[in-house]
């Protein structure tokens, strides 16, 4: 049995979020004017938020696209035309050739997925970031400093079995960094994202190629995030 579109389309967004954190710890080695060495624990971390948080922004998109078709059935405008002028044979002459209807944009259908994209589904991926974010780095903070200057301690931290412990973690502060950060990401991404909803809706017609235009899109807003979390 063949892998699912959600299965591709998760491996495809943690592939580029890991890649995306990469380069944010490339850019933030530059600008503090230190040698880069890749710490992987970031780049788990962002890779599995990828593969938690795809699954359900695919069913999103789907559940979008089936309750409001962004293109629908029309005439075309020969046939409207051939129609006002009773021609008949133009029409059989349309019909044969497949020019009688074609697919047209819906605006309103599109303005409402776009609002809705950028609110029910802005909203609930910031928090879900947030809430991952705080939780993991919380769960992880008895990791020693000394593996941040070396790959090959930063890969053991991950195998070690010991990586994530959630008694470590305390949910109410988890709970008050996420509330004080939401509003600020949400309104930076109403900056970026209501863009790339417009170009997907308009232009894609399939979930898995909007998914993948997303995710080419989210490589530079997953340094900004990357950026933004190591702060």
Do not use: C
Request: a neutral charge; zero cysteines; aromatic letters at 12%.
């Amino acid at each position: 049995m063949a892998p699912s579109p959600i299965f591709w389309a998760s491996i495809q967004s943690a592939a580029i979020n890991g890649i995306s954190n990469i380069l944010a710890q490339v850019i933030a080695a530059q600008r503090d004017d230190s040698p880069f060495v890749i710490d992987w624990v970031p780049v788990v971390q962002f890779f599995v938020l990828a593969i938690i948080s795809t699954p359900p922004n695919f069913l999103w998109q789907e559940f979008l696209e089936s309750t409001f078709p962004a293109y629908h059935i029309a005439p075309t405008k020969a046939a409207i035309a051939s129609a006002s002028a009773n021609n008949e044979k133009e029409l059989d002459a349309e019909a044969r050739e497949g020019r009688l209807v074609e697919p047209r944009l819906n605006k309103t259908n599109t303005a409402i997925k776009t609002l809705l994209d950028q609110t029910v589904g802005a909203a609930l991926n910031t928090l879900l970031f947030l809430t991952f974010t705080h939780g993991v780095r919380a769960g992880m903070a008895h990791r020693g400093p000394a593996g941040y200057a070396d790959p090959a301690r930063s890969l053991n931290f991950l195998l070690s079995g010991q990586a994530f412990r959630p008694e470590g973690v305390e949910w109410a502060l988890v709970r008050a960094k996420t509330q004080r950060e939401f509003l600020p990401i949400l309104k930076a991404g109403w900056a970026f994202w209501p863009f790339v909803s417009l170009v997907n809706f308009v232009f894609l017609t399939s979930v898995e190629a909007r998914n993948l235009v997303g995710s080419l899109a989210g490589l530079g807003w997953g340094i900004y995030m990357s950026l933004f979390a190591g702060n």
